[in-house]
């Protein structure tokens, strides 16, 4: 049997990129992207922004100024529910360690809702150690948490911990009530002002305690065509708990 270019040409082509809503940020937008292979299989998850989002961005507050980003709504990809691309222009501690301005990538497993019931009250459920086998080695569980968030996991290896460099980027874990609740890349505003690219490893617990899609690594990059910068988590690979 043989195909003429007709039958070809009338296969459909599946998209492979998906967007979620815009949301305003600086004098430009933020968003979040999700890439999948040819038969809709999940590899990246991230978050965009322009380079104009980097100016006119919010002043003088203490704390972390919060942008929320939904999923892509053309499919799913579990144990991902929505992102937030948080500002901190002061920074945050510990102090001489990530006091510059920055920001967070978080990626939340749990939806805003069950955020809103982490309250600044829950010491208990912030340090409930993780199982030996949710940790991810070389990864340090701190003490205390954020409201609306959970407590953080610091990577050890990474050079403005281990006292061998600055803070340029970093991959942290969150937990609450020892069950991990978000993956967050962060990364100085001078760097992303480099508009350098950067691909690193991220270090996995021996066992995931939801099944999903885990990320292997994740880039931060700048594409000049497009003015646009890029956070994602890539390489995403099927677990099952």
């Known amino acids: ?28 937008n933020a968003w979040t992207f999700i890439i999948t292979n040819d038969i809709l299989e999940p590899q990246t998850i991230g978050i965009r922004f322009n380079e104009s989002a980097l100016e006119n961005l919010p002043t003088g507050s203490m704390h972390a100024d919060e942008f929320q980003l939904a999923m892509p709504t053309e499919l799913s990809v579990p144990p991902f529910n929505h992102a937030t691309l948080d500002w901190n222009e002061m920074g945050h501690e510990p102090p001489g360690v990530y006091d ?55 990577d050890l290896l990474s050079p403005e911990i281990a006292g061998t460099g600055t803070f340029t980027h970093t991959f942290i874990y969150g937990k609450y009530n020892a069950t991990i609740n978000f993956l967050e890349p962060m990364v100085s505003k001078p760097f992303l002002d480099s508009k350098t690219t950067i691909t690193k490893p991220i270090r996995w617990p021996e066992r995931w305690q939801e099944t999903g899609y885990y990320p292997e690594q994740y880039t931060i990059s700048y594409d000049a065509t497009t003015s646009t910068y890029s956070i994602a988590l890539e390489g995403l690979t099927w677990q099952d708990r």
């Open 100 to 154: 510059i301005p920055h920001f967070d990538m978080h990626f939340y497993f749990i939806s805003p809702s069950q955020r809103d019931q982490i309250a600044p009250t829950d010491t208990a459920a912030f340090n409930k150690p993780l199982e030996p086998q949710h940790l991810a080695p070389d990864y340090l569980e701190l003490p205390g948490g954020v409201p609306r968030m959970g407590a953080h996991i610091i």
């Open 1 to 28: 049997m043989t195909w003429s270019c007709h039958d070809e040409a009338e296969i459909p082509v599946l998209p492979t990129e998906f967007e979620g809503p815009k949301v305003a940020v600086g004098n430009g």
